[in-house]
């Protein structure tokens, strides 16, 4: 069975500055990896997937993340952040032969200060 | 495009009564829409997949009976929580699957469920 893993429950960043959040997966196979947003009185929105092909996926909002078969993560970058970017975030493993089910980290509340 | 509503967005009951939450696609067709429910400040769990036509299924530990989904059309599911408790209180959120195979699901913004 495929499991996730988010190792910071809480991280602070000062805006502007860099951010990066970890994930680490695990599954027998090439998982489906995906990374969501969740604002308060909002729904999860999708910022990129992975799922073959280049290990670097650019997503919405200036998000990339990059996938290391060999550490199995899959963590999220950001250059600069905003104080928009203060949410929940949520790293998600699925299966290609599961009907799509995923497998959700536990997240990671990002708070951006001045 | 991909957008899921669900309705209500919250709802109080009184113990004991039922409960029905609708997810719907808007703009596409989902042959598959899964159910969640998230408790405050944690993850979300898997409690069932619904595929449309055909009868749900559940997660390990989720009761069939108490959490019944109906997924009728290609734009809709519903979960109804039967006899609701206390301890139902939660937040229930939905995502739909792209029909063609995507892999990626859209989520409703969730049903804040509070039994009193």
């Known amino acids: 069975a495929q499991s996730v893993t988010q190792p910071d429950i809480h991280i602070t960043v000062s805006e502007g500055a860099s951010l990066e959040l970890r994930c680490n997966y695990s599954?027998?196979?090439?998982?489906?990896l995906f990374w969501y947003v969740q604002s308060p009185g909002q729904g999860l929105q999708l910022l990129l997937k992975?799922?073959?092909?280049?290990?670097l996926v650019q997503g919405i909002k200036g998000f990339e993340a990059e996938f290391k078969r060999s550490q199995s993560s899959f963590n999220l970058r950001k250059p600069s952040v905003h104080w928009s970017d203060a949410a929940e975030y949520f790293c998600a493993v699925g299966a290609s032969d599961s009907w799509g089910k995923l497998q959700f980290g536990a997240g990671t509340q990002v708070v951006v200060t001045p | 495009g991909a957008v899921v509503s669900q309705h209500p967005s919250w709802v109080i009951c009184k113990s004991g009564t039922s409960v029905k939450i609708e997810c719907r696609s808007l703009d596409f067709q989902a042959t598959t829409m899964f159910w969640y429910r998230q408790f405050p400040k944690q993850s979300l769990m898997l409690m069932a997949t619904?595929?449309?036509?055909?009868?749900?299924?559940?997660e390990q530990g989720v009761e069939k009976d108490k959490f019944l989904i109906n997924h009728a059309s290609l734009t809709l599911s519903t979960l109804t929580v039967t006899s609701a408790h206390p301890e139902d209180s939660s937040f229930y959120i939905c995502?739909?699957?792209?029909?063609?195979?995507?892999?990626?699901?859209?989520f409703g913004p969730g049903t804040r469920l509070t039994v009193l």
């Open positions: 992975y799922f073959s092909g280049d290990t």
């Open positions: 599954y027998g196979a090439t998982p489906y």
């Open positions: 619904s595929n449309e036509g055909s009868k749900a299924t559940y």
């Open positions: 995502s739909a699957r792209l029909a063609g195979g995507q892999d990626t699901q859209y």
